[in-house]
C-alpha cells in the first residue's frame, strides 16, 4: 500500500532549480533514505512534503489525499511530522510540555475550561500527562521531564524533537539529519530507538542522514538526490555501490 | 508519576504564594486605613496601584508568554474606560445597586476591549518586531485621537454622536452630552473601591496563570519559542496570536473600568504612547513571563514618582536612574550570582541558628 506518492514536485528560488521533478513512492511500514551531496535539496524536499514551501509543479499524494498546496498545519494534521536539521524546541518549556504541545490536537478541551478549570480540564491533563510520559519512557526521556529542554544535552535534544512529532500521531515521520553531531554510541542508541518507535507506532519514515552506517544499516530503500532530482533510487546495496552516487559524493 | 506532582504543586505553589502576597498587602493597607495611619497621598494612590498591576499584568501576556511587542495597550484600556463610563453613567439612576452597575460596566469594558483587539490584532498580528510595535503604536495613538474628538449625547430621540462639536449633537432640550471631545467624561460614579480593585487584580492574575498552564498557553508559550516548530505540530499560530493579544486586551479594558470610576473626569489623552511605554517598563522590569514581578514593579514603580515629588524638578531624572540600576539588580548576571549567595548565606545562617535553639 502506498503510504506516500510524489509526482514531479519542483521548485525554483530565482532562476535555482532547487528541486526538479523529484517523484518517490514510500509503502507503508518502510524505512526510507534521502541521501544526497550538500545542497542537493533534501531539506528543501522536506519543506515542500510538510507546507513550508509550496511547489511550483508537481503532487503530494499521503495515504490516498491529496495534500498540495495545504498549510503547514493541515499537512500536519493530514498525518505528517517532522523534526528539523538545525533543532527547534520550545526551548524555556519543559520536556514534557514540549510533548504536550506535540498532543495539542489529539486532545482536546476549550480554553474556557482551561481558565476557569472546569472538570474536562483536569480530565484531559491527566490522560495527556499519561500519553507523554508514555512517549518520553520510549525515548528515555521521562526522568528529565521537568527540565527545560535547552538543558538537555545535544543528544537528548534530538531524541526530544522526534518524540514531540510522535506526539501528534503521525503516519509518515520525517527525520532531518536525525544523527548529526552524535558520537558512535549515540547513533547506534537513535538506530535502536528508530527501530522500536517503527513498530510500536506503526510507522513510515523517511529520513535525511549523512550518515553512511546509519543509513545502511536500518534503511530499507535510499533515495539519491543531487543537484535536485534523481541520481539514484533502489535497495541499499546496489544505490551504495553505484559509480554515481560514489562520484557525486566523492568526486573523480 | 511522582515528579508528575512535583510540577503540579511547583506552578500551584508559586501562584499561592503571589495570590498571599496580594492578600497580605491588602490586609496591611486596609489596617493601616482603619487605624488612620496611612497617609492621604497613599490612599489616593491604592487603587492606581491595581489597575498598573492589572495592565502590567494582562500586558505581560502578549509580551512574556507570546513574545510580541505591543505598544498600544494603553488603548485598550482607553476604550474601557470610556466604555465603562458610558454605561455607568447611563445607567446611573436605572441601576441603583452599586454591585451589579459596576459589575456590568467591568463585563462591558472588558467585551468592548476584547473585541477591539480581536479586530486590530486579526490586522497587525501578520506583522513581527519592529513592525508589529510600530504599528500597535499607531491603533493606540488611533483609538486615542478619535476618542479626542468624539462627542456622544442622548435625549428622548435616542444616542447622538458627532465629531465636531457638542451642538452639531442637535440634542433637544434637556438632552444630556455623555462624552465630550477633549474634556472627556466627568461625573462618573466613583465605584471602584480598593477593595473591588484588590479583587479584580486576583481575578485578572487567577485568569492568565490558568491560561498559561493549560493546552492554550502552551500553544501560545510554543508560538514565543518557535513559531515554525508550532506550525509543525499543528499549532494554528494566528488563532492563539489572536486569543491571547484579545484576552491581554480584555483585561486591559478591566484595568480602564477601573481608572474611569476612580477618577473624577476621564480624558483620552491620558492613554497616550507614554502610559503603554510605562506598562512597558512595568513588564520588562518585572520580568518578561513572571506575572509576580510585574505587579511587584507596578506597584513599587507607581509609589515611586510620587514619594520623589520633593525632588521637584529632578524627579524623572532620579527615576529613571532608580530603573537602570533596578534593572541591574535584577537581571545582570553578577548581581543575580551576587543575590544567590547573599539569600543562601542567610539561608545558612538560620539553618545554624535553629540548630543552636535546639
Redesign the interface.
Known amino acids: 500500500m502506498e503510504m506516500l506518492k510524489v509526482k514531479n514536485l519542483s521548485i525554483s528560488f530565482g532562476g535555482l532549480h532547487a528541486v526538479d521533478s523529484f517523484s518517490i513512492t514510500v509503502n507503508k511500514g518502510e524505512l526510507y533514505g534521502l541521501i544526497g551531496p550538500n545542497g542537493a535539496g533534501k531539506t528543501t524536499v522536506f519543506n515542500l512534503l510538510?507546507g513550508?514551501y509550496k511547489p511550483d509543479m508537481g503532487q503530494i499524494i499521503l495515504d490516498g489525499k491529496n495534500i498540495t498546496g495545504l498549510?503547514?498545519?493541515e499537512i500536519?494534521?493530514a498525518g505528517i511530522?517532522?523534526t528539523?536539521q538545525n533543532i527547534?524546541?520550545?526551548?524555556?518549556?519543559?520536556v514534557?510540555?514540549n510533548v504536550?504541545?506535540?498532543l495539542?490536537?489529539n486532545?482536546?478541551?476549550s480554553?474556557i475550561s482551561?481558565?476557569?478549570?472546569l472538570p474536562s480540564?483536569f480530565r484531559?491533563?491527566k490522560r495527556?500527562?499519561e500519553k507523554a510520559?508514555e512517549i518520553l519512557e520510549v525515548f528515555g526521556l521521562d526522568?528529565e521531564?521537568?527540565i527545560l529542554s535547552a538543558n538537555l544535552p545535544y543528544g537528548k535534544q534530538r531524541k526530544l524533537e522526534i518524540a514531540?512529532?510522535l506526539?501528534?500521531n503521525p503516519k509518515l515521520l520525517l527525520l532531518d539529519e536525525p544523527a548529526a553531531g552524535m558520537n558512535p554510541a549515540e547513533t547506534e542508541e537513535l538506530m535502536e530507538t528508530i527501530t522500536i518507535i517503527r513498530k510500536k507506532y506503526d510507522l513510515t519514515i523517511l529520513l535525511i542522514e549523512h550518515d553512511m552506517k546509519l543509513v545502511a544499516g536500518i534503511c530499507e530503500k535510499i533515495f539519491v538526490l543531487n543537484f535536485g532530482t534523481e541520481l539514484a533510487n533502489g535497495l541499499p546495496q546496489d544505490v551504495l555501490n553505484n559509480p554515481e552516487v560514489i562520484k557525486a559524493y566523492l568526486g573523480e | 508519576m511522582k515528579s508528575k506532582m512535583l510540577k503540579i504543586n511547583k506552578s500551584a505553589r508559586s501562584s499561592i504564594i503571589t495570590v498571599g502576597m496580594i492578600l497580605i498587602a491588602y490586609i496591611i493597607c486596609q489596617a493601616l486605613i482603619v487605624t488612620g495611619n496611612m497617609s492621604n497621598l497613599l490612599q489616593n494612590l491604592l487603587v492606581s496601584m491595581c489597575y498598573y498591576a492589572i495592565m502590567a499584568v494582562s500586558l505581560n501576556l502578549t509580551v512574556g508568554f507570546l513574545g510580541q511587542l505591543s505598544l498600544g495597550h494603553a488603548g485598550f484600556m482607553c476604550l474601557g474606560a470610556f466604555a465603562g463610563a458610558i454605561f455607568s453613567k447611563c445607567t446611573v439612576n436605572a441601576i441603583q445597586n452599586t454591585f451589579i452597575r459596576f459589575t456590568l460596566a467591568i463585563l462591558l469594558g472588558a467585551v468592548v476591549a476584547g473585541l477591539f483587539g480581536i479586530f486590530i490584532g486579526t490586522v497587525v498580528l501578520r506583522l513581527r518586531g519592529d513592525y508589529l510595535a510600530i504599528v500597535t503604536l499607531a491603533f493606540g495613538e488611533i483609538i486615542k485621537n478619535v476618542l479626542n474628538v468624539l462627542y456622544i449625547g442622548y435625549d428622548s430621540k435616542g444616542i447622538h454622536l458627532s465629531m465636531k462639536d457638542a451642538i452639531s449633537l442637535n440634542l433637544e432640550d434637556g438632552g444630556i452630552v455623555l462624552v465630550k471631545g477633549a474634556q472627556g467624561i466627568s461625573g462618573t460614579p466613583r465605584d471602584a473601591t480598593f477593595t473591588v480593585s484588590v479583587i479584580l487584580l486576583l481575578i485578572t492574575y487567577l485568569i492568565i496563570v490558568n491560561l498559561v498552564n493549560s493546552r492554550s498557553g502552551r500553544a501560545i508559550m510554543a508560538i514565543r519559542d518557535n513559531s515554525i516548530a508550532a506550525e509543525s505540530v499543528g499549532i494554528n499560530i494566528t488563532k492563539y496570536k489572536i486569543l491571547a493579544f484579545s484576552i491581554s486586551a480584555a483585561l486591559a479594558g478591566i484595568a480602564g473600568v477601573l481608572y474611569s470610576h476612580n477618577i473624577a473626569t476621564v480624558q483620552s489623552s491620558k492613554f497616550g504612547y507614554n502610559l503603554s511605554i510605562m506598562i512597558l517598563v512595568f513588564v520588562v522590569l518585572g520580568g518578561m513571563g513572571n506575572l509576580r514581578g510585574s505587579i511587584i514593579s507596578a506597584v513599587l514603580l507607581t509609589l515611586l514618582p510620587e514619594y520623589l515629588r520633593f525632588l521637584r524638578d529632578y524627579r524623572m531624572l532620579i527615576y529613571s536612574i532608580v530603573l537602570i540600576v533596578m534593572m541591574l539588580y535584577n537581571w545582570a548576571p553578577a548581581c543575580v550570582a551576587w543575590r544567590n549567595k547573599l539569600s543562601s548565606n542567610l539561608a545558612a545562617m538560620l539553618k545554624k541558628s535553629k540548630k543552636e535553639e535546639l
Open positions: 510538510t513550508v498549510s503547514p498545519v500536519n494534521k511530522a517532522r528539523f527547534r524546541l520550545f526551548k524555556n518549556l519543559s514534557l510540555d504536550k504541545i506535540g495539542h490536537n486532545y482536546n478541551y480554553t482551561g481558565i476557569f478549570r480540564y484531559t491533563e495527556m500527562n510520559y526522568k521531564a521537568d514531540r512529532a506526539a501528534t
